[in-house]
């Protein structure tokens, strides 16, 4: 009888405020994480506004390619900023307690962003494929007007197709404990602490990223068999050599994201005994991504390199004149 009214009593209250734990294990000196953490964010802000501002004024950057670095880099930044924010004012103001509404934003957010990401790799590596397989019918190919459907298309995506994870979220009733063991709202982390069966949100979010992760991955790996299939039947070993390293900044981001997704998909379903391995890595995958396409782009790419000089030195010379 008491074990029965205990349930009751437990089933009508409802939390009405989530806390932000941090790193489990870690919690008496995980502040000192809060200095490399906002440096990576500085640094990823600045850099992928430096990218934004080269592509913007210099007339040689001006196409598809750079187009769709120009999206990654605003992807990534609102990927980016959804996180730390939060993270470094649970480091430095002591600032845990997270509003119901305002956690279901945040992954909400967190899902689209990535998504986003996903689906802008997919089309560099599309874009790269028309450019190597079929280089003189790239013109009329990817057009301005492809560019701006693409991004369309995969904003609409991610955005529409990831509003049931935060509504399926919020539909679990939360009873009893309020404190998750993470720096930010991730789905499974907050569906965890649900009194209720959270098996629909599981089985939804494994089928999300099958339909999106999965497919953008699979359409990647598609087309740069095909471009390693072109470019094997080259005559030219420098042609080879060219055409493969005009896709090796690609390939070298998207080893990093996916591998990393993989990794921690995995320690999910494994549920490992060390919790602080998969809740680093989630927020590193969030940071260090952001961070490594300027700097990737920047030293892999010559076009980029050779942009940032002529606006840089372009800078150097009106202040010059100026004083």
Request: a positive charge; aromatic letters at 10%; proline letters at 5%.
């Amino acid at each position: 009888m008491s074990a029965s009214l205990k349930d009751s009593n437990s089933s009508k209250f409802q939390v009405s405020e989530f806390i932000l734990m941090g790193f489990p294990g870690i919690h008496s000196w995980q502040h000192w994480l809060s200095f490399p953490l906002a440096i990576l964010y500085l640094s990823a802000i600045g850099a992928n506004i430096l990218i934004l501002i080269t592509i913007c004024q210099d007339p040689a950057l001006q196409q598809p390619m750079y187009y769709f670095l120009g999206i990654l880099s605003v992807v990534d930044m609102g990927l980016a900023t959804t996180i730390m924010l939060k993270i470094l004012a649970i480091f430095w103001f002591d600032a845990k307690v997270i509003s119901l509404p305002e956690c279901f934003a945040q992954i909400y957010a967190i899902h689209c962003f990535v998504g986003m990401e996903s689906g802008i790799f997919l089309c560099m590596a599309f874009d790269r494929y028309v450019a190597i397989c079929h280089p003189l019918r790239y013109p009329s190919i990817v057009t301005n007007a492809l560019i701006l459907k693409a991004t369309v298309f995969m904003v609409l995506r991610n955005g529409l197709f990831v509003i049931p994870v935060p509504v399926l979220a919020a539909q679990r009733n939360y009873c009893s404990r309020n404190e998750i063991e993470h720096c930010l709202c991730s789905n499974l982390g907050v569906t965890s602490l649900a009194c209720d069966d959270r098996r629909p949100n599981s089985i939804f979010q494994l089928i999300l990223a099958w339909l999106i992760m999965g497919s953008d991955l699979g359409l990647i790996i598609l087309s740069y068999a095909l471009i390693l299939r072109s470019v094997l039947r080259l005559n030219s070993a420098e042609a080879a050599s060219k055409a493969l390293s005009t896709c090796s900044s690609h390939l070298i981001l998207i080893l990093f994201f996916y591998t990393i997704v993989v990794v921690i998909s995995v320690m999910h379903l494994a549920e490992p005994k060390a919790p602080l391995i998969p809740v680093l890595l989630n927020v590193l995958h969030s940071i260090i991504p952001p961070s490594l396409n300027p700097i990737v782009y920047a030293l892999r790419t010559k076009e980029l390199r050779a942009g940032f000089q002529r606006n840089f030195c372009l800078r150097l010379e009106k202040n010059t004149s100026l004083q």
